[in-house]
């Protein structure tokens, strides 16, 4: 897994702005869509889930508009108000039940630092524990919102694994796990790996029909070889 990073430091650091992922300080949230608070990662996050990056921008502007960008405005909102301002992402108000659900764990636990700067398996389980909000959603809030040395083990990531010639693990702890063994222990290099192999997945690695000639992995990738 180190070449595949080796190449992703080479080759992709670049087009990942593009696709708004945005390289920086190791420990910033502006890795993350380029956005400045951890608690707007943490809402993204929810947001993004089973839609484009495009629709959220629209939904975290009117929730940014009706200040609405933190936990504890959230958890004082009506969920049917956050709904209104999160309409752009679909599924809206399964979404914005969601939100309301890790406003009240945030809140529960004394606001969004108290809450995130806490034992990573607690963060975890109380992430888990949010009706509609699974493992890679919990693991993305906790390195890319709250700087966590956890993986999100995104099945575009297994993907892209796979088709360079790894044997991927089943079940997404598995996967999570044979990652992380195959990473340097760095915050920067998990974002990277992560960020990289989802922008892979949309410039060439596609579920059908890879573009396997634009790929900046072809040198590497069993399949393409
Ligand atoms: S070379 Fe082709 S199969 Fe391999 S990672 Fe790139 S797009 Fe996917």
């Not at 975890?124 to 890679?136: F, H, K, S, W």
Request: aromatic content about 12%; hydrophobic content about 40%; overall charge positive.
């Amino acid at each position: 897994m180190i070449g595949l990073l080796d190449v992703y430091r080479s080759k992709l650091m670049g087009l990942l702005p593009y696709f708004d992922w945005y390289p920086c300080d190791a420990h910033s949230p502006k890795w993350w869509g380029g956005l400045e608070s951890p608690e707007e990662v943490a809402i993204t996050a929810v947001l993004v889930q089973q839609t484009r990056w495009e629709n959220v921008k629209k939904a975290y502007e009117n929730l940014r508009l009706a200040r609405l960008n933190n936990f504890v405005a959230i958890k004082k909102s009506s969920a049917n108000f956050i709904k209104n301002c999160i309409r752009s992402v679909g599924m809206n108000a399964s979404k914005s039940k969601k939100l309301k659900g890790l406003a009240d764990a945030v809140v529960k636990n004394g606001g969004w630092e108290r809450f995130i700067n806490r034992d990573l398996e607690k963060v975890r389980a109380d992430l888990l524990g949010v009706n509609g909000i699974g493992y890679e959603t919990a693991d993305s809030i906790l390195l890319f919102a709250g700087n966590h040395l956890i993986f999100p083990a995104s099945r575009l990531v297994a993907r892209v694994l796979e088709r360079v010639g790894f044997s991927v693990p089943k079940g997404y702890e598995a996967f999570r796990r044979f990652i992380e063994s195959g990473l340097p222990r760095n915050l920067f290099d998990y974002k990277l790996f992560y960020a990289s192999s989802l922008v892979i997945t949309k410039v060439a690695c596609r579920s059908s029909d890879p573009e396997c000639s634009k790929c900046p992995l072809s040198d590497a990738c069993y399949k393409f070889l």
